[in-house]
Nanobody
Framework: VQLQAYGGGLVQAGGSLRLSCTAS????????MAWFRQAPGKEREFVAG????????QYGDSVKGRFTVSRDNARNTVHLQMNSLNTEDTAVYYC?????????????????WGQGTLVTVSS
């Protein structure tokens, strides 16, 4: 499975961005998907995850109430709506396909990874 993430860019603090990630084939429709991010000099961090049918979502503490994850299985796509962005959200954002229908927040539970899209939030 190949993943293509897009939608990153430069935004001012307080603004919004919407990331999307499309998988190359329908395998991802039966699996959880998630977003992780990695800022310079920091470890990869779980951002948000969604179960195979969208019925279960999970968020990292730092983004709860600001980010929303959703998916469109007909298009093999997962989205991340990011609102009220701040400078600490600056990072490369990666999408991933889980090994199971519900994969949680551990990176080891995800089998396929996209190349990442850069989000830069300016103050």
């Amino acid at each position: 499975v190949q993943l293509q993430a897009y939608g990153g860019g430069l935004v001012q603090a307080g603004g919004s961005l919407r990331l999307s990630c499309t998988a190359s084939r329908r395998t991802s429709s039966n699996n959880a998907m998630a977003w992780f991010r990695q800022a310079p000099g920091k470890e990869r961090e779980f951002v948000a995850g969604i179960s195979w049918n969208g019925g279960n979502t999970q968020y990292g503490d730092s983004v709860k109430g600001r980010f929303t994850v959703s998916r469109d299985n007909a298009r093999n796509t997962v989205h991340l709506q990011m609102n009220s962005l701040n400078t600490e959200d600056t990072a490369v954002y990666y999408c991933a396909v889980g090994r199971g229908a519900v994969s949680g927040a551990r990176a080891a539970n995800y089998a396929y990874w996209g190349q990442g899209t850069l989000v830069t939030v300016s103050s």
